[in-house]
Every structure is written in structure tokens, then in C-alpha cells.
């Protein structure tokens, strides 16, 4: 982790800006295109959820803007962030999963199973204490959403990326999936959310290889 000197930062002056509104929230919700993915999930026994759980965590650990967060008066840039996700529980409520990130999607899946299966057991709403290092994801597979809006706080605002992501559907011959990415906009701005688009659509156009590091680097 490192600390961004505010005075030398490029955006400083955009930070200060969007840091002095009451909503400096941007959320921007895309359709991706997951026609490979979903079979390829199929053929190979993987969940759906965690082929794009582990998609998104990767371009969001590729890009330095959704790693950064707002600690009172310090931006601070982590080296990894970590997946917080909702886990659906028995009374039809639901808690809260954080794993650690890793490139391996073999070593990620494990992991999100691992957190599904102790959250069911022991599931809370709380995050970890003194954690900012996290993006939030969640799915709605109910909904193929145009939209979404997610409860946030506002006195002060905080840093974390939410990433959504809906029930796929067709159009036009190919499995199409809405995909919501909300930051805030004193870290973020439209650039670094369509480079996010840009590398999930890519990752999804793969797909992903059975066998390991199932991923290329970059």
C-alpha cells in the first residue's frame, strides 16, 4: 500500500472537486457480451458466478484508480483488493464473503467456494474492521437489469467499487449480461470504467482455459 501525495497527484484537482459534493457516486451499466463464457462455465463444472467474480476482481486489481481509497484527509493506493460478495442464505436473507484475491482462477474458485459454504454457516453484514483493501460484488440473476442503484453513504462518502451483474439473456444470437460498475467519481472517472469494460469484455471473449493459471498475465 502506498500513500498518494496530494500534493503532486495529477487529478488533484478533480479530487478536491468531487470530494466536495454531497453525491460523488458515477455508476455506469454496460450489457457484455458472455455467449463463450457461459458454456464454457457448463462444460467445465464452474459456476457462473465465480467465472465472473474472478473477471471482475482481475481488471479491477488492473486498474490503480479502483484500487484507491479515501481515508480521510490520505488517498491510499492498495497493491491487491480483495472480493466482498453477497452470499444468499437459507432464510432467504443474506451475508457478506471477503477472499483474498488471486490471479489462479483454480486457487480464486476455491476460495469463493470456501467463503460461500462459511458464510451459509456463519453469515453476517459487517465487514472486517479497519479493511478498506475490498471491491463489493453482487448479482441479481433474477433481472436483466438496465439499471441499478446501489445504498451508499453520504456524510462522509465512501471509496468502494460496487460491481453488479444480472440474469444473462439473448439478443440477436448471443448471451448478452448486464454489468453495473458504481465508484466514486473523486477517484474514478469514465476513462477508467471503460478500461474496466474493455478488460472484462476481453476476458470474457477468451474464455477462460480448464488448465491452471488458467489466465495470461496483463
Known amino acids: ?15 478536491e472537486m468531487y470530494s466536495s459534493l454531497d453525491f460523488p457516486y ?12 457461459v458454456p464454457w462455465c457448463k462444460d467445465n463444472g464452474f459456476s457462473l458466478f465465480s467465472a465472473i467474480a474472478y473477471i471482475t476482481s482481475r481488471c479491477a486489481n488492473d486498474i490503480p484508480e479502483l484500487r484507491q481509497r479515501i481515508r480521510g484527509d490520505q488517498v491510499v493506493e492498495h497493491e491487491t483488493i480483495r ?12 451475508g457478506f464473503a471477503t477472499i483474498e484475491y488471486t490471479p489462479d482462477f483454480l486457487s480464486f474458485n476455491q476460495r469463493v467456494l470456501d467463503g460461500i459454504e462459511r458464510t ?13 483493501d475490498m471491491i463489493f460484488l453482487t448479482t441479481v440473476t433474477w433481472v436483466s437489469f438496465t439499471q441499478i442503484t446501489h445504498p451508499v453513504p453520504l456524510n462522509p462518502p465512501d471509496s468502494f467499487p460496487r460491481i453488479s451483474w444480472g440474469k444473462y439473456f439473448h439478443q440477436e444470437g448471443k448471451l448478452m449480461m448486464p454489468l453495473s460498475l458504481m465508484a466514486n467519481h473523486a477517484l474514478v472517472d469514465g476513462l477508467h470504467v471503460g478500461r474496466f469494460f474493455e478488460g472484462v469484455q ?9 488448465h491452471p493459471n488458467l489466465l495470461p498475465d496483463g
Do not use: C
Open 83 to 94: 472480493a466482498s460478495f453477497t452470499v444468499l442464505t437459507e432464510n432467504d436473507t443474506f
Open 26 to 37: 458515477l455508476n455506469i451499466n454496460a450489457n457484455v457480451d458472455v455467449s463463450k463464457l
Open 120 to 132: 451459509k454457516q456463519n453469515p453476517t453484514i459487517h465487514d472486517e474492521p479497519g479493511r478498506d
Open 1 to 15: 500500500m502506498k500513500i498518494i501525495d496530494l500534493s503532486t497527484w495529477k487529478r488533484r484537482t478533480h479530487y
Open 202 to 210: 476481453g476476458l470474457l471473449d477468451i474464455p477462460i482455459p480448464p
